[in-house]
């Protein structure tokens, strides 16, 4: 599979409990994005890597979330303290800057769908 | 205001018809353009990506863009019963990093 890789696809967790989630992109990929989509919404951006850099984030991204990717290669998205506001489904999602910076194409991610009870 | 306006729909098109789904933008110094197209439940799937002012065809797909009305568009001919998903807008900013997306409109082709 060449694709962009999320672990894991559900997660079921008690508020007040940190969860962690994986982002695998496709492999000539040196961009690296994070987006948010609750029900009947657009996705919306929270964080991305150039390499091992993190570039933005949103202010959408409270204090308990973070993001790393420390080899330039995978990333883990952290949430600590979950509340049930969080339930939503997270996005993962890759891009190339062999091509035009302009392009930007963006291939996502099957998910990691995440419910706070 | 938010950034990028779709209408939710739904929107409910016979089979064989042409679907027209519109997109109107805020930021004028927006770069790039894209459809993607999600499946309930499913994650957000590019169909297709515009550019430059004109119209640009991908098979049953055509997507056009005028950036002096800030307006984007796709139609799909010969609609069929599989192409019933939603359908999100999305641009980039000048830096060509961050999607904004549209809340989507959901398309139904009824058989």
């Known amino acids: 599979d060449t694709g962009v890789s999320q672990d894991p696809r559900h997660k079921i967790t008690k508020r007040g409990q940190n969860v962690t989630f994986r982002c695998d992109p496709i492999?000539?990929?040196?961009?690296l994005y994070w987006y948010r989509q609750t029900l009947g919404q657009g996705p919306e951006f929270l964080t991305y890597f150039q390499n091992e850099a993190q570039l933005e984030k949103s202010r959408l991204l409270s204090d308990r979330f973070s993001a790393e990717r420390p080899k330039g290669s995978f990333s883990t998205l952290e949430i600590q303290r979950t509340e049930q506001g969080d339930s939503a489904m997270y996005l993962c999602a890759s891009s190339s800057t062999g091509l035009a910076v302009a392009k930007n194409i963006q291939y996502f991610g099957a998910g990691t769908r995440l419910s706070v009870l | 205001q938010k950034e990028v306006e779709q209408n939710s729909g739904p929107l409910s098109v016979p089979e064989g018809a042409i679907a027209s789904l519109n997109c109107t933008y805020s930021?004028?110094?927006?770069?790039?353009f894209f459809w993607y197209r999600q499946y309930s439940g499913k994650s957000p799937e590019l169909i297709m990506s515009?550019?430059?002012?004109g119209d640009k065809e991908d098979g049953r797909f055509t997507a056009q863009l005028n950036k002096a009305s800030q307006y984007v568009s796709l139609l799909i001919r010969d609609s069929q019963p599989s192409d019933s998903a939603t359908y999100l807008c999305a641009v980039t900013n000048n830096a060509g990093n961050m999607l904004t997306f549209g809340g989507g409109t959901r398309l139904m082709v009824k058989p």
């Open positions: 930021d004028r110094g927006s770069q790039s």
């Open positions: 515009i550019y430059s002012n």
């Open positions: 492999s000539e990929h040196n961009r």
